[in-house]
């Protein structure tokens, strides 16, 4: 049985100071049903450091002081925290710190995803040698089984390493000049905390329609796939594929257990071949049926609940359990990107596109949808500090149509195809070998990309620059101030993808904070942040707001292109209508409540 075995800080301790206070939690065991708060630690220069029970009445009362203090905080993982301490019933008070997300701005890289014990044995050189012991107990015990005399010195030592990194990485940042930034990071995070607590409801029903869509497509594409192969076999089954691949393909890449490797990444050098098409494509579906089914079990109050996360290279949040970040786009176009080839893309689109009507708004509401039009193009067009792009994006134009007339003279949708995918792989690093591919069905290719750099030098002048700063330098800088590190084994043109994509997760992360505080205190409420765009349950007594959320979206000074947002409604994602803000503040929204 869990005890207390030191002195807790009094309250008039607490209230002498008001130094930052670093806390922690321990939970009962790491599933989600498991991840209920059990122990706690604090650490602060003026009251030490310890750690007790939440589950003792003295426990929990010291536990509470210390969150509910006026005084700042800091945790490793905050969001984690949080929400613990929001199981406690626990309002954690005073200006809020993350040394994870202090850290991740500092270095993105790290090969150990910024974890504590990890930053801990490098940054303060402290072996944490109880890591592994606890570790042990905890692969057959939950953490009220393990002895208390290895697990409290261990909860203790957590709150030590958080506080001793923060005052580490304090000083770097503002150095940096990242402060204003890592602060919108904690802002973000705590928005985040709330968008998970929320979740988004689940339509059961559609979830089915949308398993059978997609077990349709998959079947028609296993047949496809025996008959370009010539033989049956499991194709879930790595070991079964690879041999069957290997018939065809120079496949040299073996796993630890002696297979071939399957995966996408060894695949994708053989898109270019119809029967390797089949297999991505069906790889793709699979994966995404794999992502549904988890939903009747993640559901169990209706809504699904994913984690988002940060800490990418980038900046850009990535979610888990589920992955909601995958389903489609709203026009749920799927190209050959995802599946091989344009061919595959028509098969799998309309199977895929059912996943979104599984999304659905909570009863009396609807879904809003405020989706960022074009904003990675947007980013690199100011980074080119062209006047003539500038102006022309000032200027309203719908520029994929513009350059496919200054390019070819002439407007179709081939030609906007070809412009933009040329535009894009610019951004994305694409090469010219690698653009000559892509257009292996038209004539004269080497023609086109010449007509395309010489009308638009500023695109390919640009990518370049930002390669040569980066490897010159070893980073390249966005607006917010945010570094993005040149890694050899990644190479130079990553940089640019990684500074478009970093300065358009920039954007919607202020985009978050700032709409956050617009609805407080009101039942709309950001549910899902979903590619570039935020999903909102949103109540008919909060229409008169929109405005001014589509202000706050839009107002970005520091790029000198419009950052314009598209506004969708609807009953369900699938369903969503694309509308003006004036059609949407007319009405229109009646129509869409559930």
């Given at each position: 049985?869990?005890r207390?075995?030191?002195?807790?800080?009094?309250?008039?301790?607490?209230?002498?100071?008001?130094?930052?206070i670093?806390?922690?939690?321990?939970?009962?065991?790491?599933?989600?049903?498991?991840?209920?708060?059990?122990?706690?630690?604090?650490?602060a220069?003026?009251?030490?450091?310890?750690?007790?029970?939440v589950?003792?009445?003295?426990?929990f009362?010291?536990a509470?002081?210390?969150?509910?203090?006026?005084?700042?905080?800091?945790?490793?993982?905050?969001?984690?925290?949080?929400?613990?301490f929001?199981?406690?019933?626990f309002?954690?008070?005073?200006?809020?710190?993350?040394?994870t997300l202090?850290?991740?701005?500092?270095d993105?890289?790290?090969?150990?995803?910024?974890?504590?014990?990890?930053?801990?044995?490098e940054?303060?050189?402290?072996?944490?040698?109880?890591?592994?012991v606890?570790?042990k107990?905890?692969s057959?015990?939950?953490?009220?089984?393990?002895p208390?005399?290895?697990s409290?010195?261990?909860?203790?030592r957590?709150?030590?390493?958080?506080?001793?990194?923060?005052?580490l990485?304090?000083?770097?940042?503002?150095?940096?000049?990242?402060?204003?930034l890592?602060?919108?990071?904690?802002?973000?995070?705590v928005?985040?905390?709330?968008i998970?607590?929320?979740?988004?409801?689940?339509?059961?029903?559609a979830?089915t329609?949308?398993?059978?869509?997609?077990?349709?497509?998959?079947?028609?594409?296993?047949?496809?796939?025996f008959?370009?192969?010539g033989?049956s076999f499991?194709?879930?089954?790595?070991?079964?594929?690879?041999d069957a691949?290997?018939?065809?393909?120079?496949?040299t890449?073996?796993?630890?257990?002696?297979?071939l490797?399957t995966?996408?990444?060894?695949?994708?050098?053989?898109?270019?071949?119809?029967?390797?098409?089949?297999?991505?494509?069906?790889?793709?579906?699979?994966?995404?049926?794999?992502?549904?089914r988890?939903?009747?079990t993640?559901?169990?109050?209706?809504?699904?609940?994913?984690?988002?996360?940060?800490?990418?290279?980038?900046?850009?949040?990535?979610?888990k359990?589920?992955?909601?970040q995958?389903?489609?786009?709203?026009?749920?176009?799927?190209?050959?990107?995802?599946?091989g080839?344009?061919?595959?893309?028509?098969?799998?689109?309309?199977?895929?596109?059912?996943?979104r009507?599984v999304?659905?708004?909570?009863p009396?509401?609807?879904?809003?949808a405020?989706?960022?039009?074009?904003?990675?193009?947007?980013?690199?067009v100011h980074?080119t500090?062209?006047?003539r792009?500038?102006e022309?994006?000032?200027?309203?134009?719908?520029?994929h149509?513009?350059?496919?007339?200054?390019?070819?003279?002439?407007?179709s949708?081939?030609?906007?195809?070809?412009?933009?995918m040329?535009?894009?792989?610019?951004?994305?690093?694409?090469?010219?070998k690698?653009?000559?591919?892509?257009?292996?069905?038209?004539?004269?290719?080497?023609?086109?990309?010449?007509?395309?750099e010489?009308?638009?030098p500023?695109?390919?002048?640009?990518?370049?620059?930002?390669?040569?700063?980066?490897?010159?330098?070893g980073y390249?800088?966005?607006?917010?101030?945010?570094?993005?590190?040149?890694?050899?084994?990644?190479?130079?043109y990553?940089?640019?993808?990684?500074l478009?994509?970093?300065?358009?997760?920039?954007?919607?992360?202020?985009?978050?904070?700032?709409?956050?505080?617009?609805?407080?205190?009101?039942r709309?409420?950001i549910?899902?942040?979903?590619?570039?765009?935020l999903?909102?349950?949103?109540?008919?007594e909060?229409?008169?707001?929109?405005?001014?959320?589509k202000?706050?979206m839009?107002?970005?000074?520091?790029?000198?292109?419009?950052?314009?947002?598209?506004?969708?409604?609807?009953?369900?994602?699938?369903?969503?209508?694309k509308?003006?803000l004036?059609?949407?503040?007319?009405?229109?929204w009646?129509?869409?409540?559930?």
């Open positions: 049985m869990l207390d075995i030191q002195p807790y800080p009094t309250a008039e301790q607490i209230a002498a100071s008001n130094e930052l670093s806390l922690d939690t321990e939970t009962a065991g790491s599933t989600r049903q498991t991840n209920i708060p059990v122990y706690f630690s604090w650490a220069r003026d009251l030490g450091s310890g750690a007790g029970p589950i003792t009445p003295d426990g009362n010291a509470r002081r210390l969150c509910e203090s006026p005084r700042p905080k800091v945790c490793h993982n905050l969001k984690f925290d949080l929400q613990r929001d199981y406690l019933g309002k954690v008070g005073g200006e809020l710190h993350d040394t202090m850290h991740a701005l500092l993105e890289h790290h090969l150990e995803h910024h974890r504590l014990k990890a930053l801990s044995r940054l303060l050189g402290r072996q944490r040698q109880d890591e592994f606890l570790d107990w905890r057959k015990h939950l953490f009220p089984d393990i208390q005399e290895v409290h010195p261990y909860a203790v957590d709150a030590e390493d958080a506080l001793d990194l923060y005052y990485f304090e000083p770097q940042l503002k150095e940096i000049g990242c402060w204003d890592y602060r919108n990071e904690v802002a973000a995070a928005a985040y905390k709330e998970e607590q929320c979740g988004i409801a689940v339509d059961l029903d979830l329609v949308a398993l059978k869509k997609i077990g349709d497509a998959l079947e028609q594409l296993q047949q496809q796939i008959e370009a192969l033989r499991l194709i879930s089954s790595p070991q079964q594929l690879g691949l290997a018939d065809f393909f120079p496949l890449e073996y796993t630890a257990s002696g297979q490797k995966d996408k990444s060894t695949l994708e050098p053989f898109r270019d071949d119809p029967r390797m098409q089949l297999v991505l494509a069906w790889k793709f579906l699979f994966k995404a049926a794999s992502t549904l988890g939903y009747y993640r559901a169990a109050d209706g809504r699904v609940h994913p984690e988002y996360r940060q800490t990418t290279v980038t900046g850009r949040s990535a979610a359990d589920p992955p909601i995958q389903i489609p786009k709203q026009r749920g176009r799927i190209t050959e990107v995802e599946v080839s344009s061919e595959m893309a028509a098969l799998c689109r309309e199977a895929f596109r059912s996943v009507a999304f659905i708004p909570m009396g509401a609807f879904l809003l405020i989706d960022y039009s074009q904003v990675e193009f947007r980013v690199f980074y500090g062209s006047k792009l500038v022309l994006m000032r200027g309203g134009a719908d520029f149509k513009l350059f496919s007339e200054m390019i070819f003279g002439a407007y949708e081939r030609y906007r195809h070809i412009t933009k040329l535009s894009y792989g610019i951004i994305y690093g694409m090469s010219k690698r653009a000559r591919k892509q257009l292996a069905g038209e004539e004269h290719p080497d023609d086109i990309i010449a007509r395309y010489s009308t638009l500023e695109m390919r002048v640009t990518q370049k620059r930002i390669q040569s700063v980066g490897e010159m330098r390249v800088k966005d607006v917010f101030g945010r570094r993005y590190r040149y890694l050899e084994r990644a190479g130079s990553i940089l640019v993808a990684w478009c994509q970093g300065t358009a997760a920039n954007i919607k992360k202020h985009a978050l904070v700032r709409v956050r505080e617009i609805l407080r205190n009101r709309s409420q549910i899902a942040d979903i590619h570039d765009e999903v909102f349950n949103f109540y008919p909060d229409i008169s707001l929109l405005p001014q959320i202000a706050a839009e107002r970005f000074p520091e790029i000198d292109v419009p950052i314009t947002v598209d506004i969708s409604g609807g009953r369900n994602l699938l369903e969503m209508k509308v003006t004036e059609q949407a503040l007319s009405g229109l009646k129509e869409w409540v559930r």
